[in-house]
């Protein structure tokens, strides 16, 4: 159980295109979703939570009209990075609230030439 | 500000070599701690939630403890399938975790 899924796993797009990355919850309901960023050889940085229905709350330095999040059901929470440049490549991971833990796609690797 | 801080940051260790990693943290309205395995590339695989001081928690050679300011991941007689990067992340409340820089190990045969 807790399965949670990504797609695409892989994306490579180029400056200034838009990209949508989707994360499902297959096995359970999330009321609440997170999406994470990663460098190489560093840990998971927060970049905003949604929940279900309502707006998402981005951490400091996040810019909410460049990572575009929606959280439209209580399986499924997009993350569309608009206007995408080659510092916007970087390893996502989304995380869904399956009661008191949260479980981890597997995640999406942007490359952006 | 919350911090969590994990060491080492790398450790190897021969096959059936028995070890710890650590994870420090100061942060605020502490509600459990939570244990990660991440393989390269991957996303994290959850593996323990810790609630309280004195708590442990056992899956396979993997026994995780905690205190009131640390936990400790105690890998016993390790495999070289049991190499990856491990992350705490101390849980404060509306499942927001806040996660360590995470400790690679590398086990050889």
């Known amino acids: 159980g807790a399965v949670v899924s990504q797609h695409p796993s892989w994306v490579i797009c180029k400056s200034g295109t838009s990209v949508k990355i989707e994360c499902r919850s297959l096995?359970?309901?999330?009321?609440?979703m997170f999406w994470y960023r990663q460098f190489p050889k560093q840990s998971l940085m927060l970049m905003a939570t949604?929940?279900?229905?309502?707006?998402?709350?981005?951490e400091q330095g996040v810019e909410k009209d460049k990572f575009l999040i929606n959280h439209a059901s209580l399986t499924l929470s997009t993350l569309t990075v608009t206007s995408a440049h080659p510092e916007d490549s970087s390893f996502y991971i989304c995380?869904?609230?399956?009661?008191?833990?949260?479980?981890f796609g597997p995640g999406t690797r942007l490359l952006v030439l | 500000e919350d911090q969590v801080t994990q060491s080492p940051e790398a450790l190897r260790l021969q096959e059936g070599e028995s070890s710890s990693l650590n994870c420090s943290y100061t942060?605020?309205?502490?509600?459990?701690l939570f244990w990660y395995r991440q393989d390269p590339g991957k996303g994290p695989e959850f593996l323990f939630t810790?609630?309280?001081a004195g708590e442990e928690k056992e899956k396979e050679r993997l026994k995780a403890t905690l205190t009131k300011k640390e936990s400790f991941l105690h890998i016993t007689a390790p495999k070289p399938e049991d190499s990856a990067t491990y992350l705490c992340?101390?849980?404060?409340?509306?499942?927001?975790?806040?996660f360590g820089t995470g400790t690679r190990l590398l086990v050889s045969p």
């Open positions: 995380g869904a609230g399956g009661g008191e833990t949260q479980y």
């Open positions: 096995d359970f309901q999330a009321t609440t």
């Open positions: 949604s929940n279900e229905g309502s707006k998402a709350t981005y």
């Open positions: 942060v605020s309205g502490l509600r459990g």
């Open positions: 810790l609630y309280s």
């Open positions: 992340a101390p849980w404060t409340g509306f499942q927001k975790l806040v």
